[in-house]
């Protein structure tokens, strides 16, 4: 989908009290962060700091486990979130980036482990690679993302954008 039919197909905008008036969009818009008119997904990632650091003191197969969960959960919350709209794909939909970035951060598990110290400059860190991977979209990002549909086509490109986004940022670790 080419940009100016993505910027035609966000220049509707769902009511507020839809979307808090039903859990499945309360969730799939990030608790109403989807609702801001310029950069939805940038307000949307920043739900998934707070996700990040309450997840961050499980155990890395919990951790792993609870990821899984959220993605399966999410295809499905971010599919019927669109049904119900009637847009494939709205730009409000956030939940995908929220668990894009928890993958994106998780790098920072066994350094917090050690030294909590850098929690911040790590969050900023992982929030800034993720939202680059996201909007820039690199192959096969932006090949996922005009293939698939569904939910899974919503959280499918922004789950591998949080895995590129971790990889650089554990590069950057490592350095």
Known sequence: ????????????????????????????????????????????????IPLFVAMMHLSLPLFAGLVVVLSVFGCWLCGESARRLGVHDYGGIVFDEIVGYVIAAAPLLPVFALNRHGLVPGLIAAFL???IFDIWKPWPISWLDARLHGGVGIMVDDLVAGVFAALVLWGLLLI
């Not at 009290?17 to 307000?43: D, E, N, Q, R, Y």
């Open 129 to 131: 690679l993720f939202r």
């Open 1 to 48: 989908m080419s940009k100016a039919e993505k910027s035609a197909r966000n220049a509707w905008r769902p009511k507020a009290s839809v979307i808090f008036g039903s859990a499945v969009h309360l969730l799939a818009f990030g608790f109403g962060t989807g609702l801001m008119s310029k950069g939805p997904g940038t307000a949307g990632t920043l739900v998934g």
